[in-house]
């Protein structure tokens, strides 16, 4: 085969990847298990060469075909790891979301102990300005924490405070209850630094006891439930 026929060609498991289908552990498993066809023909092969744009590739007798652009809001659940696959046997948001979902990837994470929105999508500029710092998109946070909150102490959150040499700070800041054993605090910050809650709050002498992000951009969770998922409307085509 000339190397213009070869350009493009990639191995099945990964077309059906980069079609938006699904990943490529997932692709390898359909694959092996018979339910995928190239050109008619049941194709049991993995690392078989095509050319996604070009092949004729079936999963459960429907076309492969690669999507716009998708973007969904998840509740996820308190408990569940943002990744694909946990070493250690840990429940991930994969477990919870359906097959037809394990092809997006998420946008940001949020730890396991955290609840709330998370978007996911098949599209990597989407989820690279969603999360530059340079862009400064709001994520809203609902914190209950240990003690109470002061208004001295929510002026330091806006402020700013230092913390392992980096700057922890938050957009906006309000107590929604509080009380001296504990507090309801919302939140506001841009920039999505690895824990920024958890650590701005306990800096200032509040441990997290929950923490639920409420929104991401223009985009709120509402009434969604933990473990349901809806798709966002997107502004602009892919």
Same mark, same amino acid.
């Given at each position: 085969?000339?190397?213009?026929?070869?350009?493009?060609?990639?191995?099945?498991?990964?077309?059906?990847?980069?079609?938006?289908?699904?990943?490529?552990?997932?692709?390898?498993?359909?694959?092996?298990?018979?339910?995928?066809?190239?050109?008619?023909?049941?194709?049991?092969?993995?690392?078989?060469?095509?050319?996604?744009?070009?092949?004729?590739?079936?999963?459960?007798?429907?076309?492969?075909?690669?999507?716009?652009?998708?973007?969904?809001?998840?509740?996820?659940?308190?408990?569940?790891?943002?990744?694909?696959?946990?070493?250690?046997?840990?429940?991930?948001?994969?477990?919870?979301?359906?097959?037809?979902?394990?092809?997006?990837?998420?946008?940001?994470?949020?730890?396991?102990?955290?609840?709330?929105?998370?978007?996911?999508?098949?599209?990597?500029?989407?989820?690279?300005? &969603? +999360?530059?710092? @340079?862009? =400064?998109?709001? *994520?809203?946070?609902?914190?209950?924490?240990?003690? #109470? %909150?002061?208004?001295?102490?929510?002026?330091?959150?806006?402020?700013?405070?230092?913390?392992?040499?980096?700057?922890?700070?938050?957009?906006?800041?309000?107590?929604?209850?509080?009380?001296?054993?504990?507090?309801?605090?919302?939140?506001? &910050? +841009?920039?999505? @630094?690895? =824990?920024?809650? *958890?650590?701005?709050?306990?800096?200032?002498?509040? #441990? %997290?006891?929950?923490?639920?992000?409420?929104?991401?951009?223009?985009?709120?969770?509402?009434?969604?439930?933990?473990?349901?998922?809806?798709?966002?409307?997107?502004?602009?085509?892919?």
């Amino acid at each position: 085969m000339s190397k213009q026929g070869q350009k493009g060609r990639v191995s099945l498991d990964r077309a059906l990847s980069k079609l938006g289908m699904s990943s490529r552990t997932e692709a390898k498993a359909l694959i092996e298990g018979g339910r995928v066809r190239v050109h008619g023909s049941i194709e049991k092969n993995p690392a078989r060469m095509v050319n996604p744009d070009t092949a004729h590739i079936e999963i459960d007798g429907k076309k492969a075909e690669k999507s716009g652009t998708r973007l969904i809001i998840f509740h996820k659940p308190k408990g569940v790891l943002t990744t694909k696959r946990d070493p250690e046997g840990r429940k991930t948001i994969y477990d919870v979301l359906p097959l037809e979902l394990h092809g997006l990837h998420p946008v940001g994470r949020l730890d396991q102990h955290t609840s709330g929105l998370l978007l996911l999508t098949n599209n990597t500029r989407l989820s690279s300005d &969603l +999360t530059d710092p @340079k862009n =400064r998109i709001l *994520r809203i946070y609902l914190a209950g924490v240990q003690g #109470e %909150v002061t208004d001295s102490t929510l002026e330091k959150m806006i402020s700013g405070i230092r913390d392992g040499g980096e700057l922890l700070q938050a957009e906006r800041a309000q107590v929604l209850k509080r009380s001296g054993k504990e507090s309801l605090i919302e939140l506001g &910050l +841009t920039e999505g @630094k690895y =824990r920024e809650v *958890r650590r701005l709050c306990m800096a200032l002498g509040h #441990e %997290v006891r929950s923490l639920k992000r409420i929104r991401f951009g223009e985009y709120v969770l509402g009434d969604l439930k933990p473990g349901d998922w809806v798709d966002a409307v997107l502004d602009q085509a892919d």
